[in-house]
Structures are given as structure tokens and as C-alpha cells.
């Protein structure tokens, strides 16, 4: 029994670190889908997305179950708690990954990212990629100083979604109001996605150390410049 | 020890209750104040945000700890388990009020607003509100029937949004960029603040049931239009 339980203990944080994985591939693709216009691309993220929904719900299932019938204490109980608490927030990231997949085959066969952005996006996505696999990692060894490591990476995608609006709107912006929206969106969608990296990194946090970080869903910047 | 055990209980499903009457009062104002350019009711709502930030985390606190000394089974670690799951919807749909004071406290004294979507963004925001209220009389008395009335509401607010797009992408839009990039991101806030809801009452109904609904944070418009 004791065993079992060991088994289905390690098998929840081994989900957590799979969810985390599919999130790295959507991202992954995603932001390269939308980089170059890659319509098959985005179709992979938005056909696997399902496979991310059903493992998370497949994760609070068995985290429920074991909460029923093992009643875990202490450090297994912060780990059936923690996924309980996180696996919404990696669900989320796999829907905006899926989001930017639309973006992208929404505009298809022209280019989703508008003119005069496309570097900036490309740096966000990329920034997007590196937090979601320094997310899985985390999630895989505990090591807290990546969490720290994510929060710079968070600040640094901050200040692009900044610049965005900025360019948005200033005078020389010259694109039509759907590259205004598809600017709009795509900014949120990629700052958001860090956003619940970092929600995530922070239940991390506590179920290390058992310490309550400050951990709202917090938001960095405004909601608009 | 069995009386406490109920009273903690009781407490837990009493604090999701309050937490979303926070978010109700929140979103009223927020709409309100984003309708009228009011700024002392906008300036309201972002004081009050770190009151609903602050119960959220103390929900989690008290639900864990009633995990780990109580070992709650059956219902009573449904209601523990929902709270786990719901809380931080709650905290993100008070957010968005926040951000939609935010938008209303940037542009002022301007109107947030965009010309031509006042009708709009009013209706969106009085089913919002009722949006809110609906889901805390769900949890209040989990009457199931009050998941599909709110559903219902969420598929209006979803219209609503795609015919903001619809405007904004239209040869009739005269809107500046700001115009624009406000009218995306208010549409969006205050169509996700609904989607929220919604999931949070499909965990209610297995609070009550104790069947799994379909419950992933899905979203029933595309990213964009």
C-alpha cells in the first residue's frame, strides 16, 4: 500500500512535468508558426492542444483520488495540492499557445505579425520558449533559483509588450487597424503567457518549502500604455 | 472536534461565496466607472483588488490546512478541493475588473470608450454583472440550473465581442489606434471575465455532483475574428 502510494505520488509530479513539456512544444511551435507564417505549424498546436485539456483534467482526477483515499500529509500533501493549484494555470498556457496558432491561420496566407514588429515578437517568442523550459525544469528538479530565473524573463517580456503599444501607437504607426488588433492581442497572449509561468513557479515555491510565497496571478504591467 | 471540523467547512464554502460578492461589487463599479469615466469609482475598484488577492491566498491557506489535519472524505473534501481550484478564477475575474478601471483611469478625462461602441460595452458590462451575481448564488446554493443560465449570458457576452471586432475591422471604423487597441483589450477583458465564471461553475456542479463536467477553461469564440 505504502508503495502504491509512492508510485501515484511521483506519478503526479511526473504529469506536472509532461503537461509542462506539451506547453513547451505548443509554444514552441507556435511562436514559430506565427514568425514565418507556417499554416501546417499552427495546425499541429491547435489540433494537440486537446491532448494538454485531457491530461489536465486526468491530473486533477488522480489528485483527487488520491486526496480520498490516502489522505497524504506534509510534503505529499503539498505536492497533491500543488497540482491541484497549477494545473489550470499550464491548461491556460497551452490555450494562448493555441491562440497564436489562430492568429496565425486566421491572416493566413499573409503574415499574421504586423509590419514593423516582427523583430520584437520573435525576441517575445523566443523569451516565451525559454520560460516555459525553464517552468518544466523547475517543475522536474525543484531547483529555486530558476525561479528566479523565470521572473527575469517574465520582466524582460514585460518591457516588449510595453514597447509594442508604444509603437502602436506612435505617429509613424501605419497599419490598419486589424494589424492594430492582431498587435494588440498577440502582445497580451505572449505576456500572459509568463505571467502564469510565474504563477506557477511560485506553488512551486511552496511545495518545496512549504512557505506561502506572495502568490496572486499578479500582473507586472498595466493593463495598457 | 467533529463541530469544529464542520464549522472550517462551512467557513470554506461561506469565503467562495464572499469572494465572488467581492468580484460582483467589483465589476459592477469597474463597468460602471469605464461607461461614465468615472475616476473615483475606477480609483475604487484597483484600491480594492488587493482585498480580493488577499481572501483568495487565505482560502488556499485555510483549504490546505483542513486537508492536512482533517482528511476530509466525500463531499467534504469536494468542497475543499473546489475551493483549491476555484480560488484563483475568482482572483483573475477581479483582476480583470481592475484592469477595465484601469483602461477608464488611463484614457480619463477622455472617454475609455470608443465612439460608436458605447451600446456595446454597456450591455457587455450589464451581463457581466450578472454574470457575477449568477455565480454567486450558484455557489451559494448550488442550484445547478443557474450554471446553464449562466452559460446562456456567456454566449451573449461572446456575441457581443465578435461584433466589437466586426466594428473595429469594418471600412466604417474611424477610430484612432488607441481607439483600437482599447476597444480590443476592453472587449477582451470583459468576454474572459464571463468565460472564468463559467468554469468556475462547471466546478461547482462536480462540488455538488461529484461528476466531472467537461470542465477545461475552454473558450468558445477564436482568438480574434
Do not use: C
Not at 502510494?5 to 506565427?34: C, G, M, P, Y
Request: glycine letters at 2%; a negative charge; charged letters at 30%.
Amino acid at each position: 500500500m505504502r508503495e502504491v502510494f509512492h508510485q501515484s505520488l511521483e506519478d503526479v509530479q511526473a504529469r506536472l512535468v509532461e503537461i509542462s513539456e506539451l506547453v513547451t512544444i505548443a509554444i514552441d511551435k507556435a511562436t514559430r508558426a506565427f514568425g514565418s507564417s507556417d499554416i501546417s505549424l499552427a495546425e499541429e498546436v491547435i489540433e494537440a492542444d486537446s491532448i494538454i485539456d485531457d491530461k489536465a483534467i486526468a491530473l486533477d482526477e488522480l489528485a483527487i483520488e488520491i486526496l480520498a483515499r490516502q489522505q497524504p500529509v506534509a510534503r505529499d500533501l503539498r505536492i497533491v495540492v500543488t497540482a491541484l493549484r497549477v494545473s489550470a494555470s499550464l491548461e491556460r498556457m497551452g490555450d494562448i499557445a493555441e491562440h497564436i496558432a489562430q492568429l496565425t491561420r486566421m491572416r493566413f496566407p499573409e503574415r499574421a505579425i504586423p509590419k514593423g514588429l516582427k523583430s520584437t515578437f520573435t525576441r517575445m517568442g523566443e523569451l516565451d520558449v525559454e520560460v516555459a523550459r525553464t517552468l518544466t525544469e523547475l517543475l522536474r528538479n525543484e531547483d529555486l533559483s530558476l525561479a528566479e530565473l523565470l521572473r527575469n524573463s517574465d520582466d524582460a517580456i514585460d518591457e516588449l509588450h510595453i514597447s509594442v503599444f508604444e509603437k502602436v501607437l506612435s505617429d509613424s504607426w501605419t497599419g490598419e487597424p486589424s494589424a492594430t488588433v492582431d498587435a494588440t492581442l498577440a502582445s497580451r497572449y505572449l505576456e500572459r503567457f509568463a505571467d502564469h509561468a510565474v504563477s506557477v513557479s511560485k506553488k512551486v515555491v511552496y511545495l518545496a518549502t512549504g512557505d506561502w510565497a506572495q502568490d496572486t496571478d499578479s500582473e507586472s504591467v498595466p493593463a495598457t500604455v
